[in-house]
């Protein structure tokens, strides 16, 4: 406590304010990002230890010098819970890494199987899979769903008489999501009158992040790929298989892999 008892000066009191002063604004940065907060940290203790120093203010440099040399305890009590995910995300990677191909495969086609049946029957449907861009911000989530991808499910979602069949279904990461999802429509003047709801906001949806987004006409049964503000109407299963996959992946097709578009003027 003897760095602590100072003769009552004003550079004593600015020493103990700016220790309190510390103290709170470690509180705040604590409220950050976990990344942020690292960083912010950091650099403060250093930047903070060698100005007190120099400045030979005793109880600020006693403060730091125990918070260093705590350090280690602090960090990862404070960062616990993002140590935890980064080894649960590790392991996870590690063991299932040899049936990353396996699971993705079976997720493709498991979609693919439902669009097929939800054309068939003329079902209308709306997915989004979203690649590396968060659509939270622009989203109305109705359902928040965390579920393996299968036909099964996609098409119990789109039936008529489902309480969440209007809106749209998200897929992440090989999982369902969240689904009965109203995304934002198109103001684009140019879009086919022909095209309803489900186009306009497979478009709006796509114009402002870089989602891949499959649409199945109520009307007429067919499908349609919708991504970077274009619409490719009737789409090739071939090609749906194709962008589906990357887009799963996380990864964009390359430009000009896609055929011709419709719709759009």
């Known amino acids: 406590m003897a760095p602590f008892i100072d003769s009552v000066t004003l550079y004593g009191l600015l020493d103990k ?8 604004g470690c509180t705040l940065i604590l409220r950050k990002e976990a990344a942020l907060r690292l960083l912010t940290i ?11 120093k120099k400045l030979g203010l005793t109880s600020t440099t006693y403060f730091f010098h125990l918070l260093i040399s705590s350090a280690p305890v602090i960090l990862t009590i404070i960062f616990q819970s993002d140590i935890k995910r980064a080894l649960f995300s590790f392991w996870k990677r590690h063991k299932s890494g040899e049936r990353t191909d396996i699971d993705l495969t079976t997720s493709v086609d498991e979609l693919l199987k439902g669009l097929h049946e939800l054309a068939e029957r003329r079902i209308g ?16 989530v109705g359902t928040e769903i965390d579920a393996k991808v299968t036909s099964e499910l996609l098409t ?11 809106g749209a279904v998200i897929i992440q990461k090989e999982k369902i999501t969240s689904a009965g999802c109203f995304l934002p429509l198109s103001q684009n003047p140019d879009i086919a009158k022909s095209f309803g709801t489900r186009h306009r906001a ?27 503000g274009k619409i490719t109407y009737d789409a090739d299963p071939a090609e749906i298989r194709h962008l589906s996959r990357k887009a799963i992946e996380g990864r964009r097709a ?7 578009e419709y719709g759009l003027t």
Do not use: C, N, W
């Open 17 to 24: 304010f700016i220790v309190a002063g510390l103290v709170f």
């Open 42 to 52: 950091l650099v403060i203790l250093i930047a903070a230890e060698l100005s007190a």
């Open 125 to 140: 449907a709306l997915i989004v899979i979203v690649r590396q861009m968060s659509i939270d911000h622009l989203i109305e």
């Open 156 to 166: 119990s979602i789109f039936l008529p008489y489902s309480p969440i069949h209007d």
């Open 202 to 228: 497979a478009l709006g949806i796509s114009e402002q992040t870089d989602v891949l987004v499959l649409v199945v006409s109520e009307e007429t049964g067919k499908i349609s790929i919708v991504h970077e």
């Open 254 to 260: 390359p430009r000009g892999t896609t055929p011709a």
